[in-house]
């Protein structure tokens, strides 16, 4: 039975399979990125600020959308992420793109034996954290690469939206991490993915958990921001009641669906 110890392997055979979906959709709209489209959001840029010259580093980067941009904002960037097939369209799009953003295929966990060096600043955003199923060893890796000063930016989905079903309406999930969350997956997040099948292994992470265990890294969080939401149209029956913000219409009060953290490495 599947407990989620393998989880590595199925999250990675998940993504893989996305991969190919995700570049040809319109929802990542690559053509329009490769004319010097940005795929940064103002939530996050309002934390990164001037990365001119500075060092990034980018965990959990898909195909590289956003490492490009940060590249693209004078930054030098090295992005990671688990799926082989992702990184290989990662460097094809950097190439198309003409930057010299770098990347890495392996595992959040596993960086340590791939990379020996420290950032300025570590970033990473927006569906990441809830295929890891440690926080506390997520922090230390994002510690062990922050130089002294540098500043962690994260943005991400808030975790009281990971509660519901899929169509919102009824309490499905705990709010707390008691352990893996296996489904099988049918269609993915973007358009054109309908015959996609395949399983995953997630977690849940509550607010305290992720924000403590930053805190026991000796990190000091600067600036925590929640948001009533999503930058993205990336779950059902949402609207656009703003441009880029997306909102769930079924919801008669508004809850929060992203929330950011500014987090520093004191000197």
């Known amino acids: 039975m599947n ?3 393998n989880y590595l392997r199925i999250n990675q055979d ?6 190919d979906v995700h570049f040809a959709s319109d929802f990542y709209n690559v053509a329009d990125f490769v004319q010097g489209k940005s795929s940064l959001n103002p939530i996050e840029l309002e934390f990164l600020g001037d990365i001119r010259g500075k060092s990034v580093l980018h965990l959990q980067c898909h195909f590289g959308q956003d490492s490009i941009s940060l590249s693209r904002m004078g930054a030098k960037v090295t992005g990671i992420d688990l799926s082989p097939k992702a990184i290989e369209r990662a460097e094809q799009l950097a190439t198309e793109c003409g930057t010299d953003t770098e990347f890495i295929c392996c595992d959040v966990y596993d960086l340590p034996n791939h ?4 950032f300025d600043i570590v970033f990473t955003s927006y569906g990441t954290i809830g295929w890891l199923p440690d926080m506390d060893k997520w922090a230390g890796v994002v510690q062990q690469f922050l130089r002294s000063g540098g500043h962690f930016v994260f943005a991400e989905f808030h975790p009281v939206i990971w509660m519901f079903d899929e169509e919102m309406k009824e309490i499905e999930y705990g709010y707390f991490n008691t352990g893996p969350i296996i489904e099988s997956e049918s269609g993915t997040y973007t358009d054109g993915g309908s ?8 977690w849940n992470h509550g607010l305290a958990e992720v924000i403590q265990a930053l805190l026991d890294q000796g990190l000091k969080v600067m600036r925590f921001e ?3 939401y999503s930058p993205y149209p990336c779950f059902k029956n949402v609207i656009e009641e703003e441009p880029g913000k997306f909102r769930f ?3 008669k009060a508004r809850i929060p669906l992203v929330y950011s953290l500014l987090v520093q490495k004191p000197n």
């Open 3 to 5: 407990n989620g110890s």
């Open 14 to 19: 998940l993504w893989d399979k996305r991969t």
């Open 115 to 118: 990379l020996d060096k420290e």
């Open 249 to 251: 219409k079924e919801l």
């Open 195 to 202: 015959a996609l099948e395949g399983d995953s292994v997630g």
């Open 226 to 228: 929640e948001f009533d």
